[in-house]
């Protein structure tokens, strides 16, 4: 099915370990979005693309590196986890133009301790 | 900067029975506007887009409506469900390519 993949889908690591997440679409999209999702806070972004080797931040991106290599994939990497990083993190794909709308993946439930 | 508030917070009705989600936004200069249903422990389903020059949209019993000049957007559910229970987003969309900024949802409950 088309669409928007995330991985890991969870994930427990412990404080300053490193990892990355797997964002992948299918839809030829050129636009791509990671945000997280805190209780209280709601859905926050934290980095996005325009395109293929492009990276802009977004509203809190400070302890996150991302990375457009490939159109279909966007990265999100932790360098040094905290715990103010446990987090339900998206990933999000969409076109440009005026009939543009937003396909969300399932999201990976992260936890640092 | 756009900020998005959703009335209520939480709502819990019986089944049945007809019901109007609120949302509103800071910024009328906005491009789309999109309504999302996410089920607990779930990723976000798109329901609704309804571009600026549209006025409402709908898609079997759920009908949205956005009014630019006022900030203000509706989520219309006829004859409720169970299933209808989730938590439901309203996310703006701006001119430029950072994304939607989100309301915090509105969490519902339709009891059997």
């Known amino acids: 099915n088309a669409g928007v993949t995330q991985t890991p889908k969870f994930r427990v690591l412990k404080t300053g370990q490193s990892m990355t997440l797997l964002c992948a679409q299918d839809?030829?999209?050129?636009?791509m979005y990671w945000y997280r999702q805190d209780p209280g806070m709601g859905l926050r972004l934290i980095h996005y693309?325009?395109?293929?080797?492009?990276?802009a931040k977004g509203e809190v991106p400070d302890g996150y590196n991302v990375s457009r290599l490939k159109k279909q994939n966007f990265l999100l990497g932790l360098e040094s986890a905290a715990p103010s990083q446990t987090s339900v993190y998206f990933c999000?794909?969409?076109?440009?133009?005026?009939?543009?709308?937003?396909?969300f993946g399932s999201g990976t439930r992260l936890t640092v301790v | 900067k756009q900020e998005v508030t959703q009335i209520p917070a939480a709502l819990s009705v019986p089944e049945g029975e007809n019901l109007v989600l609120n949302c509103s936004f800071t910024?009328?200069?906005?491009?789309?506007l999109q309504w999302f249903r996410q089920d607990p422990g779930k990723g976000l389903t798109s329901l609704l887009l309804?571009?600026?020059?549209?006025r409402e949209q709908t898609s079997g019993r759920l009908n949205a409506s956005l009014d630019k000049s006022s900030g203000r957007s509706t989520l219309y559910i006829a004859a409720s469900q169970p299933g209808d229970s989730a938590t439901y987003l309203c996310?703006?969309?701006?001119?430029?390519?950072?994304?939607?900024?989100f309301g915090k949802g509105t969490h519902l409950i339709i009891q059997p």
């Open positions: 999000a794909s969409s076109w440009t133009g005026p009939n543009y709308g937003y396909t």
């Open positions: 839809m030829n999209h050129e636009y």
């Open positions: 693309s325009v395109g293929e080797g492009t990276t």
């Open positions: 910024d009328s200069a906005i491009y789309n």
């Open positions: 309804i571009q600026s020059s549209q």
């Open positions: 996310a703006v969309i701006g001119g430029g390519a950072d994304g939607l900024t």
